[in-house]
């Protein structure tokens, strides 16, 4: 190989990894754990680049040299809102274990313990669900599974394309139900708890009109609560794990 055709193919190697890191740069962004806002930008930055550096060996080639400005503005545009999306769509079961949290906090009377403690403001229960989470995802593998996601990205929606508006609008909304959904199936026991001491503080009050029930009551509630937690946490944490992977080994959602 020549010195020409060796710097040809490292200008097209370059302009290659700027195409590939825009995507990725906009999903690491948002993306959970590695795109938190606990994580300094410099860290967030350099896990980009390597991120890139995984994903991009695996794409087709996509500039065969320097691209012309509206080529290079048309790739700024497409692939920093398909970063986005498929970001956000795994941001969104950090948002279902948040909700998960918030739910379960306000059934059991904990809702304002250490709410604002946080920069995202969370419920305690909702903040340990989601470092709980996040540490079970990262300790399995999470920097594998998002690589490959990475790369499948781009056969879901290729490079340089901008996506159906209509479609996209479909699969973002069914991405938040899903998630609604598994936050609420999450917060199940805690609601049950919440109906079943409800109902039985009513019975109580309307047998003893005398008696003080909402001070009797809210220990009892937060302790049951407590409780619950602990011994349901384990099986939440389950249930959304193997959700995740399943949206990560299928990102269309696929019966």
């Known amino acids: 190989m020549t010195l020409a055709e060796a710097a040809g193919v490292a200008e097209a190697t370059f302009w290659h990894s700027v195409a590939v890191f825009l995507r990725v740069g906009a999903a690491m962004a948002v993306l959970p754990a590695f795109g938190s806002q606990s994580v300094p930008l410099r860290i967030r930055a350099v896990a980009a680049i390597a991120f890139t550096a995984v994903v991009a060996p695996a794409v087709p080639p996509l500039f065969a040299g320097p691209p012309d400005l509206p080529r290079l503005v048309r790739f700024l545009a497409t692939e920093t809102l398909a970063g986005l999306a498929f970001g956000l769509a795994l941001r969104l079961f950090v948002l279902a274990l948040q909700t998960a949290g918030a739910i379960a906090a306000n059934a059991i009377s904990l809702a304002q313990l250490l709410g604002g403690a946080q920069p995202e403001p969370t419920p305690a229960i909702g903040h340990v669900l989601v470092l709980a989470g996040l540490a079970i995802a990262v300790s399995a593998g999470l920097h594998v599974r998002l690589a490959e996601y990475l790369v499948h990205s781009y056969a879901l929606l290729p490079a340089g394309g901008f996506p159906d508006a209509a479609a996209m609008a479909g699969w973002g909304s069914s991405q938040v139900a899903k998630a609604f959904a598994l936050a609420f199936s999450l917060a199940a026991p805690f609601l049950i708890l ?4 409800n109902l039985t503080l009513g ?10 029930v909402a ?27 193997e959700a995740l992977l399943a949206y990560l080994a299928d990102p269309r959602g696929t019966p």
């Open 215 to 241: 001070f009797v009551g809210a220990p009892v509630i937060t302790l049951g609560g407590l409780a619950l937690f602990a011994l349901a946490a384990p099986l939440m944490l389950t249930i959304w794990h």
């Open 194 to 197: 919440s109906l079943l001491y």
């Open 203 to 212: 019975a109580i009050s309307k047998a003893m009109p005398q008696l003080m």
